[in-house]
């Protein structure tokens, strides 16, 4: 069997209820974009496609020891923007701030670890974003998504990695766990 899959860090509950109080505030401005639901929000760090289970085994087995050398890492959140641009948005998206060098870091080692091992990556720049909405019908300008530039100063802790499996239906894809990778915690 292929599975869709791909590496994503998973958001704490505190920072999914900052990101979905956003979403409420702009879902009456924006609404022909589908909202991404609460338990579908995550920050990808390498979409990989369609994999088998022997795949998967694989990736699972050569990411465990790698990202248990990393430490969880801190951010805060950013800004509202928009794919390819404010004017023709397709894809709504939250940034972060905070400890994006060691999210690259993160992104740049498993990249090295999944291209040993014949995956496929994605060799455009990696932005570290949440993605909040996709465009579903046509849509006005989105430059008011200047009003929510700052959307809040408080810091969080990112502290897992999961490699979810994917599976797309008409209401929207649905997402599972394959394996969880705990980072190392030393913020205190």
Same mark, same amino acid.
């Not at 109080?21 to 009456?28: D, I, P």
């Not at 998504?145 to 700052?150: D, Q, S, T, V």
């Given at each position: 069997?292929?599975?869709?899959?791909?590496l994503a860090f998973v958001l704490p509950e505190e920072l999914l209820k900052v990101i979905v *109080?956003? @979403?409420? &505030?702009?879902?009456?401005v924006y609404s022909g974009f589908r909202w991404v639901a609460k338990e579908n929000l995550h920050l990808t760090i390498?979409?990989?496609?369609?994999?088998? *289970?022997? @795949?998967? &085994?694989?990736?699972?087995?050569?990411?465990?020891?790698?990202l248990a050398n990393f430490r969880a890492v801190q951010v805060v959140p950013g800004k509202i923007g928009a794919f390819p641009n404010r004017y023709e948005a397709r894809v709504l998206w939250f940034s972060l701030r905070g400890e994006i060098e060691?999210?690259?870091?993160?992104?740049?080692?498993?990249?090295t670890v999944l291209q040993n091992i014949g995956c496929q990556i994605e060799e455009r720049p990696f932005f570290p974003h949440i993605t909040i909405a996709r465009k579903r019908a046509a849509e006005r300008d989105t430059s008011e998504?200047?009003?929510?530039?700052?959307v809040e100063n408080s810091s969080f802790l990112l502290k897992?990695?999961?490699?979810?499996?994917?599976r797309?239906?008409?209401?929207?894809?649905i997402y599972s766990v394959y394996c969880n990778f705990p980072l190392k915690n030393n913020h205190n």
């Open positions: 069997m292929v599975l869709r899959s791909f *109080e956003t @979403q409420e &505030k702009l879902r009456h390498h979409f990989l496609g369609n994999q088998t *289970e022997e @795949q998967l &085994k694989e990736i699972a087995k050569q990411c465990i020891p790698m060691e999210i690259r870091r993160i992104h740049n080692h498993t990249g998504l200047r009003e929510y530039e700052h897992e990695i999961n490699l979810y499996t994917s797309l239906t008409p209401d929207g894809p």
